[in-house]
Nanobody, 117 residues
């Protein structure tokens, strides 16, 4: 089993910044993919950013240029630097971990990000 814990959420004003962190632990020898998803009230979960072992990165168009995903492979950690935050970025952010390319996904409880005056 894999445990995933996110942290770093909070309340921030529009234009502000936050840095989310995620740490995976448990039965891990390697990790193929780590990603950030988010889900706003009444909306479907959406992929925000993703990185793989081969450092292939993806960003949702709505966050490209404002968010940066980074990974500390040695510590099974994932980060999301979020700059120039907008009210529409308000959501619960989840970290997703996959050990093999066709393996199962493991997700944490999420961390709330609220962008408001």
């Amino acid at each position: 089993q894999v445990q995933v814990v996110e942290s770093g959420g909070g309340l921030v004003q529009p234009g502000g910044s936050l840095r989310l962190s995620c740490v995976a632990s448990g039965s891990i020898s390697s990790i193929y993919l780590m990603a950030w998803y988010r889900q706003a009230p009444g909306k479907q979960r959406e992929l925000v950013a993703r990185t793989t072992t081969f450092r292939a990165e993806f960003y949702a168009p709505s966050v490209r240029g404002r968010f940066t995903i980074s990974r500390d492979a040695a510590n099974n950690a994932l980060y999301l630097q979020m700059n120039n935050l907008r009210p529409e970025d308000t959501a619960v952010y989840f970290c997703n971990v996959r050990r093999e390319e066709q393996g199962s996904d493991y997700r944490g409880q999420g961390t709330q990000v609220t962008v408001s005056l």
